[in-house]
């Protein structure tokens, strides 16, 4: 990619205080949600960001858009950090990135219908005297609904076209950046396949640049041009996605891999036999272990030497070009067939 | 090798009586699980494939109104009284839910209420049937089953929970063990630890297993045979190769298309998507469920509702009055590579 990133994340940590129970509710502890995150994203390409439950990956989303300011880090978007700029500042950058949430039931008035759900962005930011209606009837076709049906009410809609109605509003303020928290998690597969085409029309289209924050790794391998995999806040491997997913490097990714079933019975026989199967949960991110993140479930920790483990316990692995063509947090990264 | 037949459903019907209408949630389901046997049931939201399931084990609330037969090693359950259904239910057939925090007691620790299911069907101590829960908790891999069989449902992890309600369903040493979406709200390497439990459950007690899921990764990888449902229907029936290498019923075919892919069999290919949504099962039209999204739809399709009939081998059926026409015919031939949601929207 040429130029400078739109999006430049540096450093990011976003820690979540823990109350304790009694009557002065003290702080008890932090929750460390994201701690050092870094990376970048370029117009009109797809980032991909993965990871289980309580990994990190929508806190990251939603700090990039500076919803959750972070405790520490730099969000710069197109040479402006976020940081620094003042309320009035944020409010036009705003316009320029949006965000698709998982759950198209929760994130629509019900009380509103479709039509006013999608023209609040342009009442908000003023532009719906000078617009009006034709723009939000030209939204409603953008998405692939019809726009004689901008009256009816979300209830009226399915999963799916809710979700279409939630990418319509991102979409009003003509934005660079859209981040999408796990945008088609809550539809069934059928109608999942039509919300991910229209997403990479949309990117084709209008040179949008997405944070595609998601648990499914096969949405992400087939929308993602460059894959990040976290774990328990910390990035562990970032490449380009085919890349990582051919030769994947870090023992989390590979067995993340692995422990995806593939829907083809053929494969999928000789693939059981040699699936890896990580035990235990990911540990409590209030008190994640030291060293290495992973190591408490590494596959690979547990056939290494005393003196090499000493390695894992006490120095986090940085992410780092190993010589892999991109970059892994793991002191013994090793390249497997994905 | 033909093994025993240990369940048999024969045009099962359920409805719900609801103040807009009667629900038609399951229409006519028929099949047979011989021993040893793993059936895949697959489907979307709605498709009637968990009622289906709560039916054959009587678990379902007294205003629906279910038809046709189930039966269990010759036994008739479909209306047999709650006493004679006790004995077989969590006995004979064992069930496995999708969410295990609502299957376990929170004020119980696990050992006593795996302890309790032993003791319900067998006339055992309370001492050995405590030794017994702890040794299904160790064929299940949790580690100190002595010491955790003491702890709470809360003092476990997701994965580990189901692994406990599995212990549960294995107790008894059952014929046909039931599993409903046993992995869905799980992350994908607890998932592979759960799948890994439920086939050491199945081989140790020799039963056949039924596994609802929306997964079709899921299935793939565990069903000797698949049944594919949709609007309360049963549409294709088959062999787990057959229903994926050879679908004779667009839907399924769709299905298959719609799924973006891990390897790289499908990479740079735009998914197939299937427009709208499916019907409500208030009023569904008079043909074929899945008519009004098919783009292989003609009149008869809009009049008659196709039976379930052989389609590329004898033990191959499919619900589609032109099954014939799907042979060799990949998602892209039949379904339009749109991205919009109405036939002939605005792009």
């Known amino acids: 990619m040429n130029g400078s990133p739109l999006l430049s994340v540096r450093d990011l940590v976003k820690h979540y205080p823990v109350r304790g129970k009694g009557l002065s509710r003290r702080t008890a502890g932090q929750v460390h949600a994201v701690c050092g995150v870094s990376f970048d994203l370029h117009r009109g390409e797809t980032l991909g960001l993965v990871g289980e439950s309580g990994c990190g990956k929508s806190t990251t989303g939603r700090a990039v858009l500076n919803l959750q300011p972070p405790t520490s880090g730099h969000v710069v978007f197109d040479g402006l950090d976020l940081g620094t700029v003042g309320a009035a500042e944020m409010r036009r950058l705003r316009q320029r990135m949006q965000i698709v949430f998982q759950d198209p039931y929760a994130s629509l008035d019900p009380r509103m219908t479709v039509s006013d759900a999608v023209a609040e962005p342009l009442r908000i930011h003023d532009t719906y005297r000078q617009e009006g209606p034709d723009r939000v009837r030209e939204l409603l076709a953008t998405v692939g609904l019809n726009p004689e049906h901008g009256n009816r009410y979300p209830h009226e809609f399915s999963g799916g076209q809710r979700q279409r109605v939630g990418i319509a509003r991102a979409l009003a303020m003509r934005p660079e950046l859209i981040v999408l928290d796990e945008p088609v998690s809550a539809l069934d597969v059928s109608i999942q396949a039509g919300v991910v085409n229209l997403l990479e029309d949309l990117q084709e289209q209008l040179g949008l640049a997405y944070l595609f924050v998601a648990h499914d790794l096969s949405v992400v391998r087939h929308i993602a041009h460059r894959v990040a995999v976290m774990y328990l806040g910390r990035i562990v491997e970032v490449g380009d996605t085919d890349e990582l997913f051919d030769r994947p490097a870090h023992p989390y990714t590979q067995a993340l891999i692995s422990a995806i079933p593939l829907p083809d019975p053929r494969l999928e026989r000789v693939r059981a036999r040699e699936r890896i199967v990580i035990g235990g949960d990911v540990p409590n991110p209030a008190a994640p272990p030291s060293g290495c993140r992973f190591r408490t479930r590494c596959p690979k920790f547990t056939r290494l030497t005393e003196a090499e483990r000493t390695v894992c316990v006490e120095q986090p692995p940085d992410l780092a070009e190993r010589g892999h063509g991109h970059p892994v947090a793991c002191h013994y990264a090793e390249a497997a067939a994905g | ?347």
């Open chain 2, 1 to 347: 090798m033909t093994r025993e037949i240990v369940l048999e459903v024969e045009d099962l019907t359920v409805s719900f009586p609801t103040e807009d209408g009667l629900v038609r949630a399951v229409r006519g389901v028929s099949y047979t699980l011989r021993r040893g046997e793993v059936l895949g049931i697959v489907g979307e939201s709605g498709s009637g494939k968990s009622v289906t399931s709560m039916a054959v084990m009587g678990l379902l609330p007294g205003s629906a109104k279910v038809g046709g037969s189930v039966r269990f090693r010759g036994q008739e359950l479909v209306g047999a009284p709650d006493k004679e259904l006790r004995t077989i239910r969590g006995g004979r057939i064992a069930m496995v839910f999708q969410d295990p925090m609502t299957s376990l007691n929170p004020v119980y620790p696990v050992g006593d209420q795996i302890a309790e299911a032993v003791r319900a069907h067998n006339d055992v101590s309370a001492a050995a049937a405590r030794e017994r829960a702890i040794e299904l908790l160790a064929i299940m891999q949790i580690p100190r089953p002595r010491e955790r069989a003491r702890d709470y449902p809360h003092e476990f992890s997701g994965g580990m929970r189901q692994r406990v309600v599995i212990a549960t369903a294995m107790a008894n040493d059952p014929d046909v063990i039931i599993a409903d979406e046993p992995t869905t709200a799980l992350d994908v390497t607890v998932q592979a630890q759960v799948l890994r439990a439920l086939e050491t459950a199945r081989a140790a007690t020799d039963a056949a297993m039924v596994l609802i899921t929306h997964d079709l990764g899921v299935v793939a990888g565990t069903a000797d045979r698949v049944l594919v449902m949709y609007a309360g229907r049963p549409v294709e029936l088959g062999d787990v190769d057959s229903i994926y290498y050879e679908p004779r019923m667009p839907y399924t075919l769709g299905l298959i298309g719609s799924l973006p892919r891990l390897d790289d069999a499908r990479r740079g290919e735009r998914l197939v998507p299937i427009t709208g949504s499916p019907p409500s099962l208030l009023d569904l039209p008079p043909g074929c469920p899945f008519g009004p999204r098919c783009p292989m739809r003609q009149e008869v399709c809009e009049s008659a509702e196709p039976e379930l009939l052989a389609a590329s081998a004898p033990d191959h059926l499919a619900a589609c009055h032109f099954s014939a026409d799907l042979e060799g015919r990949r998602p892209e031939d039949v379904f339009a590579l749109t991205s919009a949601d109405h036939p002939g929207g605005a792009r």
